[in-house]
């Protein structure tokens, strides 16, 4: 998700994003038809939030609670927030070798892989000109993780073992609590 200041207030879009081979930028597109775009000043400040994993704690997984009552439902997550300067592109040379990057980035492992230039050219030339590029120049990166560190062994052990047997976005979070192991 990318966030923006309008004169309207904040504004956020979603979208897959592209790291840049240096790691100083991050590249996106979006629909020209989208209006979160036409809000952007060059090099305005743009905050990217990205969630790899969430999930509710019950206090009921807190062998703990025997002992010392006083505990409250949690969430546990690992995210990154970004910060940088936005630009727009909408040239259509620079957003083809986005797309392509992109798209191939997504594909790469699947059998069979998919290639933007599978598509027509006239239908690609015409999907580009729908869109408009943005190239997020990184000025930092915070990464945040609350996994149970802050409960003793036992319950976050207790989290960990109980959230591995739930949804996949639990089991998500159970598999990140064991890499701190």
Partial sequence: MLVITTAQGLASVFVPVLVGEDRTKVLAHVAKANPWWRSI????????????????VS???YPSRFESPGVVPTWNYVACELRGRVHVHDDVQWLGSQVRALTE???TGRDP????????AHFIDLQLKAIVGLEIDVV?????AKLSQNRPEIDHDSVR???AQGTLGER??????????
């Fill in 161 to 163: 073992d109980n959230l």
């Fill in 113 to 120: 892989q998919w290639r933007v230039d599978d598509a027509p």
């Fill in 41 to 56: 000043e060059d090099g305005a400040e743009v905050l990217g939030l990205f969630l790899a994993a969430s999930a509710y």
């Fill in 59 to 61: 206090p009921s997984n």
């Fill in 172 to 181: 998500n979070v159970a598999q990140r609590m064991s890499l701190g192991e």
């Fill in 140 to 144: 930092s990166i915070e990464g945040k």
């Fill in 105 to 107: 980035s997504f594909e």
